[in-house]
């Protein structure tokens, strides 16, 4: 059974950084791409970044320069470094196994619990 765990949200300023953590279990993570989505309230769920099980990566617009995301397989785990975020940026993030091919990634049916991110003076 896939299990999926995100921490690392919080309450942040305008301007500050915050990085997101999603351990994975219960599967072979190194085969899988990952996917980070954020949901605002009232808001659909939306992709923020991907990266493919070669190390791959994609970023939605809205976030490209400002959010890396990365893996570290022999921990399991998967990252998203948010740097000058802004209050637009508010939103429950999500974790996500699915599959990453001709730079598209297609989420599977496994997601995280969700972290809060809140960024706010």
């Known amino acids: 059974q896939v299990q999926l765990v995100e921490s690392g949200g919080g309450l942040v300023q305008p301007g500050g950084s915050l990085r997101l953590s999603c351990a994975a279990s219960?599967?072979?993570?190194?085969?899988?791409?990952m996917g980070w989505y954020r949901q605002a309230p009232g808001k659909q769920r939306e992709l923020v970044a991907a990266i493919s099980a070669g190390g791959s990566t994609l970023y939605a617009d809205t976030v490209k320069g400002r959010f890396t995301i990365s893996r570290d397989n022999a921990k399991n785990t998967v990252y998203l470094q948010m740097n000058s975020l802004k209050p637009e940026d508010t939103a429950v993030y999500y974790c996500?196994?699915?599959?990453?091919?001709?730079?598209?990634?297609?989420?599977?049916?496994?997601w995280g619990q969700g972290t809060q991110v809140t960024v706010s003076s």
């Open positions: 996500n196994r699915g599959r990453y091919y001709s730079s598209s990634y297609y989420p599977s049916d496994y």
């Open positions: 219960g599967s072979i993570f190194s085969i899988y791409a």
